[in-house]
């Protein structure tokens, strides 16, 4: 099972809980499971975060796979300058 | 208003234009005589991305009104290279990557090239000083340092 | 995904294939372009730092001859709420308009409130002259600390504070509050032996980018439109043009000029909009140009910080727990750099417990925009000067200080996801080992040291490479060259392909000719871009393997490619010559049609990059000035495809920082006017006050990348600041916390310790 990781300003959401174990295939599949849990949290997800899976920051994520075993971590979406 | 006629010299070859007597040496090149090589990067003197240089005496363009270029003699960044071939100066900026966005180097050959005309062997003290009127906000400076060195020690007929 | 191989010319530091035209002047800059018909464009600015807009009286102006338009915020459509994709300060399209052009209030001194288009600038002058707008003035907000007061005057009625744990109910100046925690922070001050805090505050300050801001707009009756500009993102430039117009981005080209200088500063728009308005209501096309002047005034600065920080630690250095506290100015529309800020104060450091609380604060300033690794100077200037502080008091190096509680691979960030292989503990260890770390000093003389960190940007690139009828590649990207990325796209497209670099071409194209490109920023580039350009080599070299199949009659997987050519694999049975790329596409209409290789792609596993810095200075007792005598930079570049580029990134931000440390601030009067707002007085390093800038570059690969690449461009700017805060506290035995050290605030904190 994956494990996920909540931000500080995601946990509002989550009634606390900062980390979870959900299995996914992708990373649209983990957000869906998630709007199960937390309704209204995809909103918050789809277009608005950058995630880190198993390490690599990945900008706008959607179909991108989610291992057994991945650690997957919300972020604030950062460019740079 | 009415313009002014100025007959002037610029990289060697001999130039008339129409100007307000107002407008800076800066503007007519770019704006007049379609020479957008020299830039403008501030328009008060501060940054050196106007640097030409006025019978061999290294100006600021943007200091200068173009009416006072008139029977006299100008060189832009235009003139440095000559026909097919590269100055030694733009050469060593390549070759040491003394250039990053570019925007000051025009500036900054000119700059090298008055220098190294008046003082053919420069200490590292003198090289910076002499062109702590040139703005660079990409290389800090080194990689320019380097190349003019090497430049100079090309133009005085040493190995490198 | 990267192994240890031997680099044919990665690595080699081949001359730039645009830089003939860069030292000789033919290379066009934003400002260089001009179109027959066109017209001169000039910005009216507000003459308040905080004042609604009443009444605007255009009509004597429209009488001027030779005025062929005039726009206020009128022309302008009505922008809805949106958020802007991929910002650092989560910024907002309705912001960005009003920004481009006042509606009906200016929220900074040089707010854009109307503009003209005429035969000649004097014209423009005049015309802007005689516009007459009434003002009702309001109270300047000009620092945080006076923002975030109770009773404040508000900048924004509207504006309540987003993220508080309680939804807010009075309106407020901090436009976000962000939380980031860790463990049990009091738990984490208790375990510590020793706890130190401090405060320190950085100025506003400029990316000072030698070429002002410049477009050329030119839009048809049919409203088709071709934008020219000096950018650091041009499908932004079209993205962000089209959300403020009301357009179609399919009607809109934008051309990108070379750059002269960025550094996050042109990852927005400020003139296009109003050249484009400009352009529709005259009919012709509209050149605008800023002055310095309104670079300084109306464009992007970086933002100022108060940040406060406070560590604890065991005897023997391990950090128990570490807590800031930052707020960071936003300029009239909210949307700082605090959360990279605070995302990357304790990025290079174990922390078992902490507690990151950001502010971002409205005041009558220019709206910041990106500076090079942004937020990340401010806040980390803050935690290394305390680091440096700790080590003291602990009787620690500082280097050794660092070491124990270094972040590696498999650490966990600060920011959430564990390390993969970082370069931290490398960098440490090579400053350890440098000469600069033990040279003598003498009287007034001290070195500072600091981390310094990013997290690199991936996103999207594209990117095309076409084969040539003699062989030679012609690599089509998208990315606006700041720093010399056409030679590393040349460098990695032949190295894929197995050709000389000579035989590589590499032109940035525009948004009507390239794929869809992120921005030039956020150290992505050779990372991003060149991941797509390495693709499309590939997808070059699977076409190459087809045709040469095809040539000699076996099944294409039955073929290599070597130095470039193909080959049958080894102990394929088939008589025949290696097919070099140019016989192949000498061949190719006969073979199949054009070789054109293609990639595009959202990059992923971006590795961060870390650095340590060093700096020595002397001071001067009698003037509080302070002299670089010696600068250090060591950086993980992954690899380095262009080593001299990847050292003037090194030296480039270095100079930055150091300028930020001691010399740059906005200056501001009591009615919010920048006093200063020239590069004589705005005081950025010139030649002669820098030394040569030695640098070491590390190479821990990214494992994520092909060759193992890291991004390098916006580390640079991060250290510097505490490194050289760092070296002038031990020349002098004072802490002065606030920047920059210049010479007055220097012989202040000298005199003050006398008495």
């Known amino acids: ?81 | 208003m009415s313009k002014t006629r100025v007959e002037t010299k610029i990289n060697g070859e001999q130039m008339e234009f129409l100007c307000e007597p107002q407008q800076s040496m800066l503007d007519v090149l770019r704006d007049t005589l379609g020479l957008t090589g020299t830039k403008e990067g501030c328009a008060t003197g501060d940054c050196g991305a106007c640097s030409v240089m006025l019978d061999g005496r290294l100006i600021c363009s943007c200091l200068m009104l173009a009416v006072e270029s008139n029977g006299r003699q100008l060189t832009t960044i235009e003139g440095i290279s000559r026909g097919e071939t590269l100055h030694p100066i733009q050469q060593k900026f390549l070759q040491h990557a003394a250039l990053q966005c570019g925007i000051c180097t025009p500036g900054f050959v000119v700059a090298a090239k008055a220098l190294l005309d008046e003082n053919p062997n420069p200490t590292e003290e003198e090289i910076r000083y002499h062109l702590a009127g040139n703005l660079c906000r990409c290389t800090g400076y080194d990689k320019i340092i380097r190349a003019v060195q090497d430049a100079a020690q090309t133009l005085r007929g040493e190995a490198s | 995904m990267s192994e240890a191989r031997d680099y044919k010319v990665i690595g080699t530091r081949v001359v730039r294939p645009d830089g003939v035209d860069k030292v000789t002047g033919r290379a066009n800059f934003g400002a260089d372009f001009s179109l027959p018909g066109m017209l001169y464009g000039k910005v009216l600015r507000s003459p308040h730092a905080h004042a609604r807009i009443k009444k605007i009286d255009t009509a004597a102006a429209a009488k001027i001859e030779g005025v062929y338009a005039i726009v206020t915020g009128a022309d302008f459509p009505k922008v809805g709420h949106e958020e802007i994709t991929g910002g650092e300060g989560a910024g907002d399209f309705a912001d960005l308009a009003t920004n481009v052009m006042a509606r009906d209030k200016v929220v900074y001194h040089g707010h854009a409130v109307a503009a003209v288009a005429a035969q000649t600038s004097a014209i423009a002058d005049a015309a802007l002259a005689a516009i007459k707008i009434d003002y009702e003035r309001l109270a300047p907000v000009m620092d945080l600390d006076t923002a975030m007061a109770d009773n404040a005057t508000l900048i924004d009625e509207r504006l309540f504070t987003a993220g508080l744990p309680e939804k807010a109910t009075k309106p407020s100046n901090v436009a976000a509050y962000m939380e980031f925690k860790r463990g049990d922070i009091a738990q984490g001050f208790a375990e510590a032996d020793v706890v130190v805090e401090g405060t320190y505050r950085t100025p506003t300050v400029h990316q000072g980018y030698i070429e002002p801001h410049a477009c050329v707009a030119s839009i048809n009756q049919g409203g088709q439109a071709t934008i020219w500009c000096c950018t650091q993102g041009h499908f932004d430039v079209r993205s962000m043009t089209s959300k403020v117009l009301g357009m179609n981005v399919a009607d809109i080209r934008v051309i990108p000029s070379e750059i002269g200088g960025g550094f996050g500063g042109k990852t927005t728009i400020y003139l296009e909009p109003v050249a484009m308005v400009l352009s529709k209501k005259s009919g012709r096309p509209v050149k605008i140009t800023m002055t310095r002047d309104e670079v300084f005034r109306a464009s992007g600065p970086a933002s100022a910080t108060k940040c406060k920080i406070k560590i604890g630690a065991k005897k023997d250095g391990t950090f128990t727990a570490m807590s800031a506290w930052l707020a960071y100015e936003a300029g009239g529309y909210k949307g700082s750099s605090m959360a990279p800020g605070a995302m990357c104060v304790f990025a290079p450091y174990v922390v078992p417990h902490f507690l990151i609380q950001g502010y971002d604060v409205l005041v009558n300033k220019p709206k910041v925009a990106a500076y090079r690794a942004p937020g990340a100077p401010q806040s980390m200037y803050a935690c290394e000067s305390l680091i440096d502080d700790l080590a003291r008091q602990l009787k620690i190096d500082p280097i050794d200080l660092r070491l124990k509680n270094a972040v590696s691979a498999g650490s966990q960030a600060a920011y959430g996801p564990k390390y993969n292989a970082v370069g931290f503990k490398e960098c440490l260890e090579a400053a350890k080992k440098h000469p600069n770390y033990t040279k003598k000093l003498g009287p007034n003389e001290g070195r500072g040291l600091a981390a310094g960190f990013w997290f690199n940007a991936g996103m999207q690139s594209s990117a095309e490479v076409h084969i040539n009828e003699n062989g030679t590649v012609t690599v089509v990207e998208g990315s606006p060259d700041i720093g010399g990325s056409r030679a590393s796209m040349a460098l990695m497209a032949a190295e894929e392909l197995g050709v000389p670099y000579e035989r590589v071409r590499v032109v940035v194209a525009d948004t009507e000719n390239a794929g869809y490109n992120n921005v030039t920023g956020g150290s992505r580039v050779t990372f991003a871009t060149g991941m797509a350009v390495i693709q499309a080599a590939g997808d070059i070299i699977t076409q190459c393997k087809q045709r040469a199949a095809a040539t000699w009659g076996i099944e294409a997987d039955l073929v290599d490619w070597k130095d470039g050519q193909a080959i049958p694999k080894p102990g394929v049975n088939a008589d025949v010559k290696p097919l070099t790329l140019a016989q192949i596409a000498a061949n190719s209409g006969r073979t199949g049609g054009p070789l054109l290789g293609r990639a595009s792609l959202n990059a992923r596993g971006a590795g961060p990059g870390f650095s340590i810095n060093m700096a020595d200075v002397r001071v001067d007792p009698e003037t509080g000035k302070v002299d670089v005598l010696r600068f250090t930079a060591i950086q993980d570049a992954g690899k380095a495809i262009h080593p001299a580029y990847v050292e003037g990134q090194m030296q480039g931000g270095a100079a930055q920082g150091i300028g930020w440390a001691l010399n740059e601030e906005y200056i501001y009067d009591s009615n919010g006017v920048m006093q200063n707002a020239g590069f004589l007085d705005y005081r950025m390093p010139v030649a002669s006050d820098l030394p040569m800038i030695d640098t070491q570059i590390i190479e821990v690969p990214n494992p994520s990348h092909p060759y193992g690449v890291r991004g390098v461009g916006e580390v640079p700017i991060v250290a510097p600041l505490a490194a050289v805060a760092n070296a002038v506290r031990a020349a002098t035995g004072i802490r002065i916390p606030d920047l920059p050290l210049s010479p007055p605030r220097v012989l202040a904190a000298l005199e003050a310790a006398k008495a």
């Open chain 1, 1 to 81: 099972m994956a494990k996920v990781f909540f931000p500080d300003h995601l946990m509002q959401l989550t009634a606390g809980v900062r980390e979870l174990e959900v299995h996914a295939e992708s990373f649209r599949d983990l957000v869906a499971k998630l709007e199960q849990l937390y309704p209204g949290i995809s909103k918050l997800l789809i277009g608005k975060v950058a995630v880190a899976i198993d390490g690599d920051i990945i900008h706008d994520p959607f179909l991108d796979p989610v291992g057994p075993d991945s650690e997957v971590y919300f972020l604030h979406r950062i460019e740079g300058g």
